[in-house]
């Protein structure tokens, strides 16, 4: 069985909600980073995720600008 990548389910999505999405994984970011200065994180992995996260989001976000200057 099959499951959708994660960029074809981020290619769904509207410019705004990918963009909205984009700022929550900035402050969820933001937020592990205050967690790791105070030595309170406990899941160091969620780093790379969200950082993965947020260039497929930027990725396809300039995409879709790219797309819209050709037109």
Do not use: H, P
């Not at 990725?59 to 819209?68: K, M, P, V």
Request: hydrophobic letters at 40%; charged letters at 35%; zero cysteines.
């Amino acid at each position: 069985m099959a499951t959708e990548s994660k960029a074809a389910v981020i290619r769904a999505k509207s410019a705004t909600e990918l963009k909205d999405e984009l700022v929550e994984l900035r402050k969820e970011e933001f937020s592990l980073r205050m967690k790791r200065g105070t030595g309170q994180l406990s899941d160091t992995s969620r780093f790379k995720k969200i950082r993965r996260e947020v260039a497929r989001i930027k990725t396809i976000l300039n995409e879709l600008a790219a797309i819209a200057a050709q037109s």
